[in-house]
């Protein structure tokens, strides 16, 4: 079965600690892997689309990496306003075509 | 420019009532999406519209659940006879044609009490 599991379900840091974000997917035929990030009350706001393992990409202090089972989402040196939750998605495998799964999210806390 | 725009932003409704939600698409987006989000998960797909027409509506959870595009832009999610399990947050989005990055609205958080 398609699944998308994202670990760990919550992160404290202290402002400027770096950490990684984990999202394991068993979604076979990949047609992307998408992040998000979600602030309270708000709907997710779009970061990244990774295709392919071995690509990355790169957004301010945010970091995204793909390989063929799991994507890492690397925050660099955080401050509060990266306190979030952050989603992966993904499109494919048995999923239909129209079909994006999501993983449950990891709600990130960063004090300063 | 402005982004996607749903309203209500909040519903209470008693059990076995009609709901609409409604849903204000980016403009010259031609897909649009429904999701369902219950608290501590992620967002559930519900149906697709590719245009009109409902490209896609296999995340409907039963046939209280339909929903309309009549002109290819605004869109209304209906529920009937709602139930306390329908309590959720409703969030719609929109994408430049399918398989692009889809962008989500702030959601319309529906309790049924």
């Known amino acids: 079965e398609d699944q998308v599991t994202q670990s760990p379900e919550a992160l404290r840091l202290q402002e400027g600690e770096s950490s990684s974000l984990n999202c394991s997917y068993t979604?076979?035929?990949?047609?992307?892997l998408f992040w998000y990030r979600q602030d309270p009350g708000k709907g997710p706001e779009f970061l990244f689309t990774?295709?392919?393992a071995g690509e990355e990409k790169e957004k301010e202090r945010l970091k995204a990496t793909l390989t063929k089972k799991e994507s890492f989402l690397h925050i660099t040196a955080p401050k509060p306003e990266d306190s979030a939750t952050y989603l992966c998605?993904?499109?494919?495998?048995?999923?239909?075509?129209?079909?994006?799964?999501f993983g449950a999210g990891t709600r990130l806390t960063v004090k300063p | 420019g402005a982004g996607v725009s749903q309203t209500p932003s909040n519903k209470v409704t008693e059990k076995g009532k009609y709901v609409e939600l409604r849903c204000d698409p980016i403009?010259?987006?031609?897909?649009l999406y429904w999701y369902r989000q219950s608290l501590g998960q992620g967002p559930e797909f519900l149906i697709y519209?590719?245009?009109?027409?409902?490209?896609?509506d296999s995340g409907l959870p039963n046939d209280r659940f339909f929903a309309v595009r009549p002109e290819g832009s605004v869109s209304t999610l209906k529920i009937q006879r709602t139930e306390r399990g329908d309590s959720a947050v409703y969030l719609c989005?929109?994408?430049f044609g399918f398989g692009n990055e889809q962008y989500f609205g702030p959601g319309t958080r529906l309790t049924v009490t």
């Open positions: 989005a929109s994408s």
């Open positions: 979604v076979s035929g990949l047609r992307g």
């Open positions: 990774l295709y392919s």
């Open positions: 998605a993904v499109r494919g495998g048995a999923l239909n075509n129209n079909d994006m799964r």
């Open positions: 403009s010259g987006h031609t897909a």
């Open positions: 519209f590719q245009g009109t027409g409902a490209a896609d």
